[in-house]
């Protein structure tokens, strides 16, 4: 269960009264103050007497930070009743309480009041409100309760009469789209930092920070919300977000993600604009090729990579049922063989074009490290007609193999993915028909079945497994 950021929070907070009034000091002098000397007559003597005239004290402005040191103020994150607050820097950008919130006497947990910089726009506040940011200094908890909280002058103090608390607000995050994909499984801290807060219409809108506190403190979610303080409980809605394209979100956007989805293969649904269940099972698709966090959005790194395969720049070649990169099986031979050439540099060995025995039709193989390209005139011209890896373990770095396929691969993994074993005369072999692939060897003899840890040494497609007979 996730620890919650603040014990006792809401909207239109009123606490107990909590101890007495204010001692009233008597014979005290203004500092500043100017004196002067008169004669006071007396029976055969003459004695000065010295009479102090105060100072003028400076008057506080109603509705900033500093008219919170004339009254005590609420409590609004642990119920401790009501507080003085004094100057808790030289700057006087925070107030602090004197007293611990915990009731322990200690000098923990104290109530500090803070105002923002710059300050958020605000409409509708009555004379004399204040609205500062609220949370425990030097906290003896691992999670700080923090509020932005809305003070207004009443009969025993500055009551909160408008509570807005991380916990709330991370409890409203997690009912949209944007957030409840993005959320910590652990313990968090929220920061809403307000840009704008309206009493007319109850709403705060700013950028709020959820960190992940398991995960070193970095920000699992950024982004700016509106929230509507005078549902119960607190409503907010994302207006941006971390930029990532997720399921539930809808536009443009959305729709160009599914236009390259489908160019690419990916996607066979509608294009809509709208981020379903189909669009997400293509992008973990497209995420699962190229190596990428398999998590059904596009961030920064899946959305660099779609850009790059989309428009030809990118380095990786995906060996696939359909081809290799740029060249599909059925392109001309001399075509494809300089663009795989341009693409993996001279291959290590070549056999040049040869007449098979067993079929009678020209083939030609080209081999770079363990990952060999085949060609034939099967079809009536020279063409390139399938590739084949023959070691795993030692393919050419900017090569990926559809479905994920790399050199730790098990025969575990095949299983999940739909493989199927077979015995014939070629031996104990694999293959995974929505993938294409067949063909498949392990290193060693296994038994039939495989062990889930039986390592694949290669496998070959777009020829019929490369049986020429």
């Known amino acids: 269960m996730r620890r919650p950021l603040a014990l006792i929070l809401g909207v239109g907070l009123l606490a107990a009264s909590c101890g007495g009034e204010a001692a009233l000091s008597t014979g005290t002098t203004q500092p500043g103050g100017s004196t002067s000397t008169t004669e006071a007559g007396s029976t055969g003597s003459t004695a000065p007497v010295t009479t102090t005239t105060p100072a003028t004290t400076p008057s506080i402005e109603p509705g900033t930070l500093a008219s919170l040191t004339e009254g005590r103020v609420e409590d609004p994150l642990m119920g401790s009743g009501w507080h003085e607050l004094e100057w808790a820097d030289d700057a006087h950008t925070r107030l602090a309480s004197s007293r611990s919130t915990s009731g322990d006497g200690g000098e923990a947990d104290l109530l500090t009041v803070a105002a923002w910089d710059p300050p958020p726009s605000t409409s509708g506040l009555a004379p004399g409100q204040v609205l500062v940011d609220v949370f425990l200094g030097s906290p003896s908890m691992d999670i700080v309760p923090s509020a932005i909280v ?19 607000v991370e409890a409203a995050l997690l009912e949209t789209t944007d957030y409840a994909v993005a959320a910590p499984a652990g313990p968090v801290a929220v920061e809403l930092v307000p840009a704008a807060f309206d009493v007319t219409t109850a709403t705060v809108t700013g950028m709020v920070t959820v960190v992940d506190l398991e995960a070193g403190g970095g920000a699992a979610y950024q982004g700016e919300v509106r929230c509507d303080f005078s549902a119960d409980p607190l409503t907010c809605v994302t207006l941006t977000d971390d930029g990532v394209l997720r399921p539930g979100d809808e536009g443009a956007d959305v729709e160009a993600l599914q236009e390259d989805l489908a160019a690419l293969g990916y996607l066979t649904g509608d294009i809509d ?70 693409a993996l540099g001279v291959p290590d060995s070549a056999t040049g074009w040869y007449v098979d025995a067993c079929d009678g039709n020209e083939w030609f193989k080209a081999r770079w490290e363990g990952f060999s390209v085949v060609f034939t005139d099967r079809s009536g011209t020279r063409r390139f007609d399938g590739w084949e890896v023959n070691d795993l373990a030692d393919l050419p770095a900017n090569l990926l193999i559809a479905g994920g396929i790399r050199p730790d691969t098990r025969w575990g993994d095949l299983d999940a993915m739909g493989a199927d074993f077979f015995d014939d005369f070629l031996g104990q072999r694999w293959r995974i028909p929505a993938l294409g692939y067949g063909n498949g060897r392990f290193v060693n003899p296994v038994s039939n079945p495989p062990g889930a840890k039986a390592a694949i040494a290669g496998f070959g497609t777009g020829t019929g497994g490369f049986e020429s007979c």
């Open 273 to 342: 604009g709208k981020y379903g269940p189909g669009t997400r099972a293509a992008v973990i698709a497209f995420q699962t090729d190229y190596l990428l966090t398999r998590d059904g959005r596009v961030g920064p790194n899946t959305r660099a990579v779609l850009t790059e395969v989309m428009d030809g720049t990118s380095l990786l070649l995906l060996a696939s049922e359909n081809g290799v990169g740029a060249w599909p099986f059925g392109t001309d031979s001399e075509t494809a063989y300089a663009g795989l050439i341009g």
């Open 150 to 168: 809305l003070y207004t002058p009443g009969g025993e103090g500055f009551e909160a009469t408008v509570v807005i608390d991380g916990a709330s």
